[in-house]
């Protein structure tokens, strides 16, 4: 039940909801585009009439209401809106509610030292990250490629989004800071869908929100992607311009926890470790 959810969660439900219907074209179904819009996207009429529901509960769910919903609604839902990976798994864990198509796996805040351990066997830069997404370990390749994150002194220096968002050094050693921002935000948004209770996250999301415009806007924006990987370049004040691709592994007993590797284009490494990739 959405009853059982904080009024937070209940309201980014709702905002993500009407977001995503906002966004699904009617042609997407086969709807005719004519007469007067006041959105270009669905109608909640129309997304009901999909769903099989009623527009009653649409209109109490993105009104962030204390209603029920099955988990077969939200499925209905999720095929509706045309839902990715990670959209649905921001669905369903907003919504309180198990995905027969995900595993659900519980999560610690301690990590075994051993894991904490296995980044110095990895050459490339590495680094682990717990559910606030703040770096726990990583290796001293990581600590001169994040110049400002890793190396700096600082009570709250080890937190990716901090360091994104709040470092004003990251701009420069990040390529294409902006859209490399906004994704982080809609990754960190999918990655904390099922903790919005956890105060410490609720703590950085109001702090960012609070000392960041950028990370308002994006938060807002209800902008939801899965921690994929892909080429990543720096402007680095030592090295230059360097480039590297991401892999992102989640431990197969945390799913809350993450390594990340930066690897070279040109290098190709094996890494056992307890991770499974993601």
Wanted: proline share 5%; net charge positive; charged share 25%.
């Amino acid at each position: 039940m959405v009853a059982d959810r904080s009024s937070e969660q209940r309201r980014a439900l709702g905002d993500f909801v009407r977001a995503q219907r906002e966004r699904t074209s009617p042609a997407s179904h086969g709807l005719p585009l004519g007469g007067r819009r006041r959105t270009p996207g669905l109608r909640r009429e129309e997304l009901a009439q999909l769903c099989g529901l009623s527009t009653t509960w649409f209109t109490w769910i993105e009104q962030g209401r204390d209603v029920s919903v099955s988990a077969g609604a939200l499925a209905r839902l999720a095929n509706a809106l045309r839902l990715g990976r990670a959209e649905r798994a921001y669905l369903f864990d907003v919504a309180g509610k198990p995905d027969p198509d995900r595993t659900a796996d519980g999560a610690d805040a301690f990590i075994a030292p051993a894991v904490l351990a296995c980044v110095e066997t990895i050459r490339s830069p590495a680094y682990i990250l717990d559910r606030t997404w703040t770096a726990r370990s990583w290796n001293a390749a990581a600590r001169r490629l994040f110049a400002g994150w890793l190396d700096a002194p600082g009570e709250h220096r080890c937190n990716l989004l901090r360091f994104i968002f709040l470092v004003p050094s990251a701009r420069t050693l990040i390529c294409d800071w902006e859209a490399r921002a906004r994704r982080v935000a809609a990754e960190f948004r999918a990655a904390c869908s099922a903790h919005f209770d956890d105060p410490d996250l609720r703590a950085l999301i109001a702090e960012l929100r609070q000392h960041s415009a950028e990370f308002a806007q994006f938060w807002e924006q209800h902008g939801v992607l899965g921690r994929e990987g892909g080429e990543r370049t720096f402007n680095h004040p030592r090295d230059g311009f360097v480039r590297y691709e991401q892999v992102t592994f989640n431990l197969a007993s945390q799913s809350d926890v993450k390594l990340t590797m930066l690897v070279a284009p040109e290098k190709t490494q094996r890494v056992g470790t307890g991770f499974s990739p993601r």
